[in-house]
């Protein structure tokens, strides 16, 4: 069973962002069912990499500011920071294995 998503909001975003040297930010909705089928390979990634990688989500219909900051069209889309900017995204249901190797590739 993965950890806990921390929920990102407009307020505490760019501080998740810079909290770790790499972050994964997964962008969703709750009516969303792609992002339903996401969320526990998200979950499961956010457990293994606890304390090296910041992995979270965001709302989009509760922060829609941040969706529009960062042009998300579409969810679920995955978000990837390194030293807090933007360096990669990911559109739709992704496997486990392809998230990990990008993760891998930014640490």
């Known amino acids: 069973m993965g950890a806990a ?3 990102i909001t407009t307020d505490s975003f760019d501080s998740f ?3 770790t040297p790499v972050t994964v930010v997964d962008f969703s909705a709750t009516w969303c069912g792609p992002c339903q089928v996401l969320k526990p390979t998200v979950e499961q990634l956010a457990g293994e990499y ?3 990688v910041n992995i ?3 709302d989009i219909d509760q922060n829609q500011d941040l969706a529009v900051r960062f042009g998300v069209m579409s969810v679920p889309t995955l978000l990837f920071f390194k ?4 360096v990669d995204s990911m559109l ?7 998230i990990q190797a990008k993760i891998n590739a930014l640490l």
């Open 50 to 52: 606890a304390g090296k």
């Open 5 to 7: 998503l921390q929920e």
């Open 56 to 58: 979270g989500k965001v």
């Open 92 to 98: 739709g249901v992704q496997h486990k294995n392809t």
């Open 17 to 19: 962002v810079k909290a």
């Open 83 to 86: 030293g807090g900017k933007q």
